[in-house]
């Protein structure tokens, strides 16, 4: 197994790619932890990860409980070897109807929740660890309704850059992820009703050369090898797995 015995947390880890990933590190023999909001999927969580993972009630957009997170992590394990930085949301919106309070919500969660989670993280981080962001497809495509959060993103792929060169001399490794369009309950949160996301998924679907949405699990594959030595000798990259909506 590629995790066996790592200290593993995934935010944003209890529905989705990241629930989808945390299984998959329990299944390399990871200690998991993750992170979320939302009572029931953490419950849900729960029962799918089973009783030696950690679930924790957080909501990253606030510094304090970022703390929390990290206090609660420290009473049982004394190092995190694996990061994975992965809660976001996102509200569509087009440009002339963006308001002051979803710039900041957005970019509380995508932005300053994921640049804070690898700061309270650091002091946990050994040489050797591995730290993964999520980006996004978004990051090198125009859409329109969804600028606040592609610009959320952006600011992502440039933290995997920053951070990755000042942890390197720590031995710390730092990538991102970046989905194309994938089949989870992110669309759900997009504000939009359910007509509304039936169109946009149509139209995004037609737009992704492979013809389909991509699976959860088919990232959680991605994120396991940064996640392993199988990439050791990576830092600073983004790995892209969206089904070639970003190149052709």
Do not use: C, W
Not at 27 to 39: F, M, Y
Not at 83 to 99: C, K, M, Q
Not at 191 to 210: F, K, R
């Amino acid at each position: 197994m590629k995790l066996t015995n790592k200290v593993a947390l995934i935010t944003g880890g209890t529905s989705g790619i990241g629930l989808e990933t945390a299984k998959r590190f329990r299944d390399e023999g990871a200690h998991v932890i993750v992170t979320g909001i939302n009572p029931a999927r953490l419950e849900e969580a729960k029962k799918e990860l089973g009783p030696e993972a950690m679930v924790i009630s957080a909501d990253l957009r606030k510094v304090a409980e970022v703390d929390r997170v990290f206090k609660t992590i420290s009473a049982r394990y004394d190092h995190i070897d694996v990061l994975f930085a992965n809660a976001g949301a996102g509200t569509a919106a087009p440009l002339e109807a963006v308001t002051d309070e979803q710039i900041d919500d957005q970019f509380a969660l995508n932005f300053k929740g994921i640049f804070f989670t690898v700061q309270k993280a650091s002091p946990l981080l050994v040489k050797g660890s591995s730290v993964i962001l999520t980006t996004s497809f978004l990051n090198r495509v125009g859409a329109p309704g969804l600028s606040i959060l592609s610009a959320s993103k952006a600011a992502v792929r440039s933290l995997a850059l920053t951070l990755g060169a000042e942890l390197a001399p720590r031995g710390i490794r730092v990538n991102a992820i970046s989905p194309g369009p994938i089949s989870t309950p992110f669309h759900g949160k997009l504000g939009l009703s359910d007509a509304d996301l039936s169109a946009v998924a149509a139209s995004i679907e037609a737009q992704v050369p492979l013809g389909r949405f991509g699976e959860a699990n088919e990232i959680a594959s991605a994120v396991v090898f940064l996640a392993s030595d199988d990439s050791s000798f990576m830092t600073g990259s983004e790995v892209i797995v969206d089904g070639g909506i970003s190149h052709f």
